[in-house]
């Protein structure tokens, strides 16, 4: 199926908006445009995809939910947090953003769209603001509620917004897995992570095989992209990652998808190919505390491995990417952005990892501030500066 599906225009036209500090390892400078990079690594320990609830499979995703719903709240020997289900996670069928759809038009030819900020330097000038969230259960939980990530940024910058976030992927794939070979139509991916949903994007992979965790609502947000009007992909993944202990970096191929920043980089190379235009917001993991299944603290995103380096150290390869290849980052772990640390995350965090809906407003308003500085238009004098902390006490 086509991904360039046009909305069709009636004689009342809706437009669905379902679209609804660690130090950072020194590493070859190689991005999405090939230049060489440095061989020097510093050692430092520095979820989520789109949900799909629509009404076919909701029993699914339901049982899919999360990584850390699934596995981390069962597991007490490793440390892990225990996580609380996706009770949030909100009603099946999509969610159309009234504020950012299209006027009635007198003909069925002629569709007037509202500018949400007046000719501010849209990547995409075409009168609508289009920004596709791809993450884990971090943009997953709590669609459709009106107070999900996406929900929150779209709503408030009147903004076409679409979901492809799914709970409990990677941005990486197993060893164990080929990933995606067009050339022979076969692909082995076992769920939909980022470069599966990518390849999706490019209508080169079919969601069909993906029924277990992605379904209607998924397929409808997805066929309701246009690529080429896509202004920003804010992309986070990373906990699940590390939680399955999937390696880090490739230093013989900064695109191994078997890799979290060689998946990122090739995702974001082939959606550069698909939306050439587009802006990149890469963000971290958020900052999490870990329990066992006794209740006991076991340490933070900082201190606990799961084979390959700590969360943090996760969090650092996503900033050095978005370095590297130019993207705006949000960084969600080191208490930067806003201050979710280890004396706050009870306030921010709902299950010890998950963003409470008062952790959800603050990170929406860092995307917002980031996306309205990367346009142009950023009050700092009625806002503040743009890199100044923001604090959950102020929401």
């Known amino acids: ?26 590493f070859s400078n190689l991005g999405v445009n090939g230049e060489k990079m440095s061989d020097t690594f510093n050692s430092a320990d520095s979820v989520n995809n789109a949900s799909v609830a629509g009404s076919s499979g909701s029993d699914q995703a339901t049982a899919q939910t999360t990584m850390i719903s699934g596995e981390a709240a069962t597991d007490s020997s490793e440390g892990v947090s225990s996580v609380s289900s996706d009770s949030g996670k909100a009603s099946t069928g999509a969610t159309y ?58 709503e408030e910058m009147n903004a076409l917004h679409y979901n492809l976030g799914v709970g409990g992927t990677c941005a990486a794939i197993e060893r164990d897995q080929n990933g995606n070979n067009t050339s022979e139509e076969d692909n082995d991916y076992e769920e939909a992570n980022f470069t599966a949903i990518c390849h999706m994007l490019k209508g080169d992979l079919s969601t069909s095989s993906y029924s277990f965790s992605i379904d209607e609502e998924f397929n409808t947000v997805l066929y ?7 202004d920003y992909y804010i992309i986070e993944y990373g906990y699940n990652d590390y939680y399955l202990g999937l390696d880090i970096y490739n230093e013989e191929d900064p695109y191994d998808e078997h890799t979290y920043y060689g ?60 370095d590297n290849i130019g993207a705006k980052k949000l960084d969600a772990i080191s208490g930067t952005t806003f201050n979710l640390n280890s004396y706050t995350y009870k306030e921010y965090l709902e299950d010890n990892v998950h963003l409470s ?10 995307l917002r501030r980031i996306i309205l500085d990367d346009m142009g238009i950023y009050n700092s004098e009625k806002e503040g500066d743009v890199n100044s902390m923001l604090s959950i006490a102020d929401y």
Request: hydrophobic share 35%; aromatic share 8%; net charge neutral.
């Open 224 to 230: 309701s992209i246009t690529p080429e009007k896509v």
């Open 263 to 322: 998946a990122l980089n090739l995702g974001i190379k082939m959606l550069k190919e698909i939306s050439p235009n587009a802006h990149f917001i890469i963000c971290t993991p958020c900052y999490c505390r870990f329990y066992n299944g006794s209740g006991n603290d076991m340490g933070d995103a900082y201190n606990i491995s799961k084979g390959q380096g700590s969360l943090a150290y996760y969090a650092d390869f996503a900033l050095r990417l978005a």
């Open 1 to 26: 199926m086509s991904i360039h599906k046009l909305l069709s225009t009636t004689s009342l036209i809706m437009m669905m908006s379902l679209v609804t500090g660690c130090t950072s390892p020194s």
């Open 357 to 366: 809906y008062k952790g959800r407003v603050v990170y929406a308003k860092a």
């Open 97 to 154: 953003n009234t504020a950012a759809a299209s006027e009635t038009s007198t003909t069925e030819t002629t569709t007037v769209h509202k500018d949400p900020y007046g000719g501010g330097n849209e990547p995409v000038p075409d009168g609508d603001l289009q920004l596709v969230f791809i993450g884990d259960s971090q943009f997953d939980r709590w669609r459709n509620s009106s107070t999900s990530i996406s929900e929150l940024v779209g």
